[in-house]
């Protein structure tokens, strides 16, 4: 059973920066994807970031430039850091992680239940 846990989430100042961690338990067989997307009240969620297996990173528009998306292959942690954060930068952000939980499984996103970002002076 896999399992991830989104933590680093809270109130931030316009213009700072946040630092979010995702910490998997479980293992996978194989993995695609791992990435983080966000959600503000009333808005689709959205793509932020995503870290392929072949350490290729893929960026939203909104977060290129400011966001570095990483992993910890030791701990099986992902991070986000995003710097210059504005309102638009509120809302709730998941972590997920597109994989196959066992030879022969089909592939699936597994997520975690998010931890909220609120930016404000």
């Known amino acids: 059973q896999v399992q991830l846990v989104e933590s680093g989430g809270g109130l931030v100042q316009p213009g700072g920066s946040l630092r979010l961690s995702c910490a998997q338990s479980?293992?996978?067989?194989?993995?695609?994807?791992r990435g983080w997307y966000r959600q503000a009240p009333g808005r689709p969620r959205e793509l932020v970031a995503q870290?392929?297996?072949?350490?290729?990173?893929d960026y939203a528009g909104f977060a290129e430039g400011r966001s570095i998306i990483s992993r910890d292959r030791a701990t099986d942690t992902v991070y986000l850091q995003m710097r210059n954060v504005t309102p638009d930068d509120a809302g709730v952000y998941y972590c997920?992680?597109?994989?196959?939980?066992?030879?022969?499984?089909?592939?699936?996103?597994?997520w975690g239940q998010g931890t909220q970002v609120s930016v404000s002076s």
């Open positions: 870290i392929l297996e072949d350490r290729r990173t």
């Open positions: 997920k992680i597109r994989g196959w939980i066992t030879r022969g499984a089909p592939i699936k996103d597994y």
């Open positions: 479980g293992n996978f067989f194989s993995v695609a994807s």
